[in-house]
């Protein structure tokens, strides 16, 4: 057990759909990371809060937003889903922005589109 | 633009024998490496890190090897064990960015 928690575990909906995918990060952990995983795909990072403020950027598309609250947990938005947005979202976190890349993964939350 | 490759997608390896997972880079600025496991249903974990100013780091069975010269990393795993059946990630980071690189994992199994 990471210690990060991540729901929902699974989610199916259809295309032009809303869904939000919730991260608790570990206690003390202050850097919440979001990283997207598809078919026979690496993991492909999608964005990094560090205690509430967004610190770096990857390929994230612009239907899609994070945000980090005051209790450290954060939330992927995913709007206006298409098939390609089925995957595999994990969220990780670390003590520190930065370091030697150390993360603690969640179990992940398996998005599938209809 | 995958700066982080793993070009095997698979391994095959009989217990007892050495594993040796590889990985090429491309951007020669990445301060530290790391390798991460996962099984599934799991989240990925954190196996074992190496520093750019490193040729070598050695944790138990696991050593990872660094050839900065050809961009190249390498996992090995001596002995190799059923239980080290998982899909293996090379990942890559620089301390002036907080993103890890990714590969696409290379999913090793191990037999009898």
């Known amino acids: 057990d990471s210690g990060v928690t991540q729901t929902p575990k699974h989610l199916i909906t259809a295309t032009g759909q809303r869904v939000t995918l919730r991260c608790s990060p570990r206690?003390?952990?202050?850097?919440v990371y979001w990283y997207q995983q598809s078919l026979d795909q690496g993991l492909q990072f999608l964005i990094q809060?560090?205690?509430?403020?967004?610190?770096a950027k990857g390929n994230i598309l612009e239907r899609f937003s994070a945000q980090q609250f005051p209790d450290l947990h954060s939330e992927l938005n995913l709007s206006s889903l298409e098939l390609g947005d089925s995957a595999l979202y994990f969220c990780?976190?670390?003590?520190?922005?930065?370091?030697?890349?150390?993360?603690?993964f969640g179990e992940g939350s398996r998005l599938t589109v209809l | 633009d995958q700066q982080v490759k793993q070009n095997s997608p698979s391994l095959s390896v009989q217990e007892g024998r050495i594993s040796i997972l590889n990985c090429d880079y491309t951007?020669?600025?990445?301060?530290?490496f790391l390798w991460y496991k996962k099984y599934p249903a799991e989240g990925p974990t954190f196996l074992i890190s190496?520093?750019?100013?490193?040729d070598k780091n050695e944790d138990g069975r696991f050593t990872v090897f660094l050839n900065k010269s050809a961009k190249h990393l390498s996992l090995h795993i001596v002995p190799s064990q059923p239980g080290d059946s998982a899909v293996y990630f090379c990942?890559?980071?620089?301390?002036?960015?907080?993103?890890?690189?990714f590969g696409t994992g290379t999913r090793l199994q191990v037999f009898p």
């Open positions: 990780a976190s670390s003590v520190l922005a930065g370091g030697t890349g150390e993360l603690f």
């Open positions: 206690s003390g952990d202050l850097s």
């Open positions: 809060y560090y205690n509430g403020e967004e610190r």
């Open positions: 951007n020669s600025m990445f301060d530290y």
């Open positions: 190496i520093s750019s100013i490193k």
């Open positions: 990942a890559a980071g620089s301390y002036n960015t907080d993103k890890l690189i």
